[in-house]
């Protein structure tokens, strides 16, 4: 079936890479390795067969089902959400007997708190729509107990960056998150202009610091090449924030990205 370029559609071919996506997302990361202090290159999946009990998985974009066929290996039940119309009416059909419920449905107006029971999500998701979906499952009431995505690699790598944004700084407020392995673009028909990679989100119960916090930071951001005391000189006279960046000991020059979610928070609590 013929792609749809304003939906960004690039279905992966590797069934390999589909598997392993699944198994992150059935069985998360490897305990060992988010105790250890050493950079590896990828996150591992854990050897946890049982999935800690996990039956349900929600598919975000399933497309033609290369990875929903992986899911339903691993899951006893996948719902998939799709926006064409054209996957959703056919994606059905190509797994008779399945428990599988599919939706046509735009991912950002679904509402997950009619699913039940523990569950994840999972998907190859378009590049555009990134953000956007990445706020959806980490702000939900109904939290899904992980989250794993396929999505450009440049992103990923942002994201668990010790430079931060603004969409790191909220993922980490929301979240633990670690990277899986880099997809080339060449894995993918049509081949998309660069390279993807799985990135594993584990929500926490609650976010470490308030909305407000990250308001803050966003004003902060307001012009990321910028130093941060005078991007925040809008909210207090420029020697009055000297004082406040000398007395919680953070540079005077910083730039935004230098700030952790921490010095964020102890910004706001005097700002």
């Known amino acids: 079936m013929k792609n749809d370029k304003s939906l960004g559609q690039h279905w992966l071919d590797s069934r390999v890479i589909l598997n392993e996506i699944a ?25 946890n067969k049982e999935g800690e009990g996990i039956e349900t998985c929600l598919e975000i974009g399933p497309g033609l089902g290369t990875l929903t066929s992986s899911l339903l290996r691993e899951f006893k039940k996948v719902i998939a959400v799709e926006y064409d119309k054209r996957l959703a009416n056919n994606l059905p059909s190509s797994f008779p007997g399945k428990n599988l419920e599919v939706f046509h449905e735009d991912i950002l107006a679904f509402d997950f708190s009619g699913i039940k029971g523990d569950y994840v999500v999972a998907g190859n998701i378009p590049y555009y729509v990134t953000s956007p979906i990445i706020e959806k499952v980490l702000t939900v009431e109904n939290k899904p107990k992980r989250v ?9 790598d942002r994201i668990v960056a010790r430079k931060e944004t603004i969409l790191s700084l909220f993922v980490k407020n929301r979240a633990k998150v670690w990277v899986g392995p880099i997809i080339n673009r060449e894995e993918f028909t049509p081949p998309p202009k660069v390279d993807s990679r799985v990135i594993i989100f584990e929500p926490k119960a609650k976010p470490d610091v308030s909305d407000e916090v990250l308001k803050l930071a966003k004003i902060g951001f307001s012009s990321p090449r910028k130093k941060v005391i005078n991007n925040l000189a809008i ?25 952790t979610l921490n010095d964020w928070a102890r910004l706001y609590l005097v700002v």
């Open 235 to 259: 909210k207090k006279p420029l020697a009055e924030l000297k004082e406040i960046f000398e007395k919680l000991d953070i540079d005077l020059s910083a730039r935004p990205g230098d700030l």
């Open 23 to 47: 198994i992150y997302a059935k069985r998360g990361v490897d305990e060992e390795f988010k105790r250890s202090d050493v950079d590896l290159c990828y996150a591992i999946p854990s050897l």
């Open 148 to 156: 794993v995505l396929l999505i450009q690699q440049e992103v990923a």
